[in-house]
C-alpha cells in the first residue's frame, strides 16, 4: 500500500469528523436552579402579571436529562427527553408544530458555523437554543435566550451536556 495516498486520507478524517461532532445523543452535566433564574426574570414585574409570567416560563422551560440530535435529509431532528422528535428543515424555514398540550408554535433551526440554532415563536414571545460543541467535542452546551414583550428583559441561562 503507498503512504503517499493513506496519509493524506488519514488527516483528513478529523476534519471531516468536526462538522457533525455536535450530532448524537447527549446526557445532562449541570443546569442551573430555573426557578431561581425565572424568579429573578421576573421580580419587576407587577404583582398581577408576575405569576402569570413564571408559571408560563416554568411550563416552557425544562431542563432534559438526554438530548437526541440528528442531521437528517434536508434538515435536522431534535429530541428532548422522551418527548417525539421535532424534524426541521436545516434552511432556517420556520415551520408549524404543535407541543404536546396543544400550543403551537412556528420552529426553525440551522447552522450557524459550528452551532446549530432553533427557534421557536409563539404569540407571547421567542425561544432561542443555540447548541455550542467545546473544541474537544467532550460537552454540548445548551444556551437558552426567552424575550417576550411582557417580560421586562430576556430570560438566559445554559445547560450542559456530555
Not at 35 to 47: D, H, L, Q, S
Amino acid at each position: 500500500m503507498n503512504l503517499r495516498f493513506l496519509l493524506p486520507a488519514l488527516l483528513a478524517l478529523p476534519l471531516a469528523a468536526q462538522g457533525s461532532g455536535l450530532f448524537g445523543t447527549w446526557t445532562l452535566a449541570t443546569a442551573p436552579d430555573l426557578p431561581r433564574i425565572i424568579e429573578a426574570a421576573t421580580a419587576p414585574m407587577n404583582f398581577v402579571t408576575r405569576p402569570i409570567a413564571r408559571s408560563r416560563l416554568k411550563k416552557t422551560n425544562d431542563v432534559y436529562p438526554a438530548i437526541r440530535i440528528e442531521r437528517e435529509a434536508g434538515g435536522f431532528s431534535l429530541q428532548f427527553g422522551e418527548r417525539a422528535p421535532q424534524h426541521l428543515p436545516d434552511d432556517g424555514r420556520a415551520v408549524p408544530w404543535t407541543r404536546e398540550d396543544g400550543e403551537k408554535f412556528l420552529v426553525s433551526a440551522r447552522m450557524d458555523q459550528d452551532d446549530l440554532v432553533q427557534t421557536y415563536k409563539a404569540a407571547d414571545g421567542e425561544r432561542t437554543n443555540v447548541f455550542h460543541l467545546d473544541p474537544a467535542g467532550r460537552t454540548l452546551t445548551l444556551k437558552v435566550t426567552v424575550t417576550s414583550p411582557r417580560l421586562p428583559g430576556p430570560l438566559t441561562y445554559a445547560i450542559t451536556y456530555r
